[in-house]
């Protein structure tokens, strides 16, 4: 069974950076979109970035950052990177493949924008 694991939140200060990680297990990377999500609290877990086999990406409207996504084969792994963050991005980040739920969601990574 497919598994994901994301590293790489934390704190930030208001126009920080962060790199979260996405480690999966399988190959699945190079045969689907991947995808990172975020949830806050309160609100329904929204799409933030995808990617897909042909490295093709979009962004959401509400990420603003601007945030990169891009994904590592050979590693299995899909990362976003998050620069200029705002007050209004922290939430719980994770990943999964497009569509959404087609995969074991992993734990996620908290972000958290203070100053």
């Known amino acids: 069974q497919v598994q994901l694991v994301e590293s790489g939140g934390g704190l930030v200060q208001p126009g920080g950076s962060l790199t979260l990680s996405c480690s999966v297990s399988g190959s699945v990377v190079r045969l689907v979109t991947m995808a990172w999500y975020r949830q806050a609290p309160g609100k329904q877990r929204e799409l933030v970035a995808s990617?897909?086999?042909?490295?093709?990406?979009d962004y959401a409207d509400a990420v603003t950052g601007p945030f990169t996504i891009a994904k590592a084969h050979a590693w299995n792994s899909v990362t976003l990177f998050m620069t200029n963050l705002k007050p209004e991005d922290p939430a719980v980040y994770s990943c999964?493949?497009?569509?959404?739920?087609?995969?074991?969601w992993g734990e996620g990574n908290q972000v958290t924008v203070s100053s």
């Open positions: 999964n493949r497009i569509p959404p739920n087609t995969l074991p």
């Open positions: 990617i897909s086999p042909n490295n093709d990406r």
